[in-house]
Protein backbone atom coordinates (compact mmCIF):
# COMPACT_ATOMS: atom_id res chain seq x y z
CA UNK A 1 0.00 0.00 0.00
CA UNK A 2 2.85 2.52 0.15
CA UNK A 3 3.25 3.27 -3.79
CA UNK A 4 5.39 5.82 -4.36
CA UNK A 5 3.92 8.67 -6.36
CA UNK A 6 5.80 9.79 -9.41
CA UNK A 7 7.86 12.72 -9.05
CA UNK A 8 4.93 15.86 -11.09
CA UNK A 9 6.66 17.17 -14.24
CA UNK A 10 5.05 20.19 -16.07
CA UNK A 11 4.09 19.63 -19.93
CA UNK A 12 2.89 21.96 -22.21
CA UNK A 13 0.69 20.83 -24.84
CA UNK A 14 -0.05 22.88 -28.49
CA UNK A 15 -2.73 22.54 -30.56
CA UNK A 16 -1.59 22.05 -34.36
CA UNK A 17 -4.67 20.72 -36.27
CA UNK A 18 -8.13 21.25 -36.84
CA UNK A 19 -10.84 19.22 -35.82
CA UNK A 20 -13.10 19.09 -39.49
CA UNK A 21 -13.56 15.29 -39.63
CA UNK A 22 -12.39 14.20 -36.15
CA UNK A 23 -13.74 11.47 -34.60
CA UNK A 24 -15.96 12.84 -31.91
CA UNK A 25 -14.29 10.98 -29.20
CA UNK A 26 -11.04 13.13 -29.83
CA UNK A 27 -13.40 16.31 -30.22
CA UNK A 28 -14.09 15.46 -26.71
CA UNK A 29 -10.62 15.14 -25.45
CA UNK A 30 -9.42 18.55 -27.33
CA UNK A 31 -12.77 20.01 -25.49
CA UNK A 32 -11.84 18.22 -22.14
CA UNK A 33 -8.20 19.79 -22.30
CA UNK A 34 -9.29 23.40 -22.87
CA UNK A 35 -7.55 23.35 -26.61
CA UNK A 36 -10.74 24.85 -28.17
CA UNK A 37 -8.57 26.35 -31.04
CA UNK A 38 -5.46 25.60 -33.21
CA UNK A 39 -2.33 27.68 -31.75
CA UNK A 40 -3.75 27.57 -28.20
CA UNK A 41 -1.43 25.80 -25.15
CA UNK A 42 -2.25 24.63 -21.75
CA UNK A 43 -0.32 23.17 -19.26
CA UNK A 44 -1.01 20.53 -17.26
CA UNK A 45 1.59 17.83 -15.73
CA UNK A 46 1.94 14.30 -16.14
CA UNK A 47 -0.84 12.44 -14.58
CA UNK A 48 -1.94 8.99 -16.05
CA UNK A 49 -5.38 10.80 -17.49
CA UNK A 50 -3.72 13.83 -18.66
CA UNK A 51 -1.10 11.49 -20.40
CA UNK A 52 -3.93 9.40 -22.06
CA UNK A 53 -5.85 12.27 -23.15
CA UNK A 54 -2.66 13.54 -25.18
CA UNK A 55 -2.17 9.93 -26.48
CA UNK A 56 -6.19 10.32 -27.71
CA UNK A 57 -5.58 13.33 -29.38
CA UNK A 58 -2.09 12.93 -30.72
CA UNK A 59 -2.86 13.57 -34.05
CA UNK A 60 -4.10 16.87 -33.81
CA UNK A 61 -1.31 18.02 -30.98
CA UNK A 62 1.69 17.86 -30.01
CA UNK A 63 3.25 18.50 -26.33
CA UNK A 64 6.22 18.15 -24.03
CA UNK A 65 8.36 19.20 -20.82
CA UNK A 66 9.20 22.47 -21.05
CA UNK A 67 11.66 24.77 -19.33
CA UNK A 68 11.44 26.79 -16.58
CA UNK A 69 12.45 29.74 -18.51
CA UNK A 70 10.01 29.09 -21.46
CA UNK A 71 6.95 28.62 -18.62
CA UNK A 72 8.28 31.78 -17.60
CA UNK A 73 8.12 33.39 -20.82
CA UNK A 74 4.68 31.88 -21.66
CA UNK A 75 3.05 33.01 -18.62
CA UNK A 76 4.53 36.54 -18.56
CA UNK A 77 3.89 37.03 -22.35
CA UNK A 78 0.58 34.90 -22.95
CA UNK A 79 -0.90 34.71 -19.56
CA UNK A 80 -4.50 36.76 -18.82
CA UNK A 81 -7.03 36.91 -16.94
CA UNK A 82 -10.63 36.25 -18.04
CA UNK A 83 -11.00 39.99 -18.89
CA UNK A 84 -8.08 40.06 -20.86
CA UNK A 85 -5.73 41.68 -18.94
CA UNK A 86 -2.38 40.35 -18.16
CA UNK A 87 -1.08 38.25 -14.84
CA UNK A 88 0.61 41.09 -12.67
CA UNK A 89 2.01 41.22 -9.16
CA UNK A 90 -1.50 42.07 -7.57
CA UNK A 91 -3.39 39.34 -9.02
CA UNK A 92 -0.28 36.91 -7.42
CA UNK A 93 -0.31 38.54 -3.82
CA UNK A 94 -4.56 38.29 -4.33
CA UNK A 95 -4.22 34.22 -5.20
CA UNK A 96 -1.68 33.64 -1.97
CA UNK A 97 2.06 33.95 -3.72
CA UNK A 98 4.46 36.72 -2.80
CA UNK A 99 5.02 37.78 -6.44
CA UNK A 100 4.34 36.28 -10.15
CA UNK A 101 7.68 34.45 -9.90
CA UNK A 102 6.79 32.59 -7.26
CA UNK A 103 3.79 31.48 -8.71
CA UNK A 104 5.51 30.33 -12.09
CA UNK A 105 7.79 28.60 -9.82
CA UNK A 106 4.54 26.76 -8.46
CA UNK A 107 3.05 26.48 -11.57
CA UNK A 108 6.20 24.72 -12.87
CA UNK A 109 6.49 22.59 -10.00
CA UNK A 110 3.25 21.79 -10.51
CA UNK A 111 2.16 22.41 -6.65
CA UNK A 112 -0.36 24.37 -8.31
CA UNK A 113 -2.82 24.13 -11.33
CA UNK A 114 -3.18 26.67 -13.71
CA UNK A 115 -6.30 26.12 -14.89
CA UNK A 116 -7.51 25.83 -11.51
CA UNK A 117 -6.56 29.84 -10.31
CA UNK A 118 -9.24 31.84 -10.06
CA UNK A 119 -10.45 34.34 -12.74
CA UNK A 120 -7.78 33.05 -14.99
CA UNK A 121 -8.22 32.29 -18.85
CA UNK A 122 -6.74 28.33 -18.92
CA UNK A 123 -5.08 28.57 -21.96
CA UNK A 124 -2.71 30.64 -23.65
CA UNK A 125 -3.07 32.28 -27.00
CA UNK A 126 -0.25 31.90 -29.59
CA UNK A 127 0.93 33.13 -33.16
CA UNK A 128 2.18 30.55 -35.35
CA UNK A 129 5.37 29.90 -35.60
CA UNK A 130 7.75 32.83 -36.30
CA UNK A 131 9.27 31.00 -39.40
CA UNK A 132 6.75 28.13 -40.09
CA UNK A 133 6.20 24.73 -38.90
CA UNK A 134 9.31 23.11 -39.95
CA UNK A 135 8.03 19.46 -40.95
CA UNK A 136 4.52 18.71 -42.18
CA UNK A 137 1.55 18.99 -39.66
CA UNK A 138 -0.01 16.20 -40.54
CA UNK A 139 2.90 13.64 -39.22
CA UNK A 140 4.59 12.85 -36.10
CA UNK A 141 7.31 14.47 -34.87
CA UNK A 142 9.97 10.99 -34.87
CA UNK A 143 8.96 11.32 -38.64
CA UNK A 144 10.32 14.72 -39.48
CA UNK A 145 6.69 15.95 -38.94
CA UNK A 146 5.13 18.31 -36.34
CA UNK A 147 2.56 16.09 -34.20
CA UNK A 148 3.03 14.17 -31.03
CA UNK A 149 5.49 13.95 -28.03
CA UNK A 150 8.56 15.77 -28.56
CA UNK A 151 10.05 15.96 -25.32
CA UNK A 152 12.14 18.93 -24.66
CA UNK A 153 12.00 20.58 -28.03
CA UNK A 154 8.72 22.01 -27.27
CA UNK A 155 11.17 24.88 -26.09
CA UNK A 156 12.17 26.03 -29.42
CA UNK A 157 8.16 25.97 -30.60
CA UNK A 158 6.87 27.64 -28.06
CA UNK A 159 9.63 30.52 -28.00
CA UNK A 160 8.78 30.91 -31.52
CA UNK A 161 5.52 30.44 -31.41
CA UNK A 162 5.23 33.43 -28.05
Not at 135 to 141: E, S, V
Request: charged fraction near 25%; include cysteine; hydrophobic fraction near 35%.
Amino acid sequence: MTEKVAERKCIAAIRIRGIISAPLQVRETLRMLNLKRTNHAILIDNRPSFIGMLNTAQNFITWGEPSKETVDLLIKKRGRLAGGKKLTDDYAKRVGFKCLDELIDALYNCKVQYWNLPNIQPYFRLHPPSSGFKGKIKKTYNMSGELGYRGEKINELLESMI
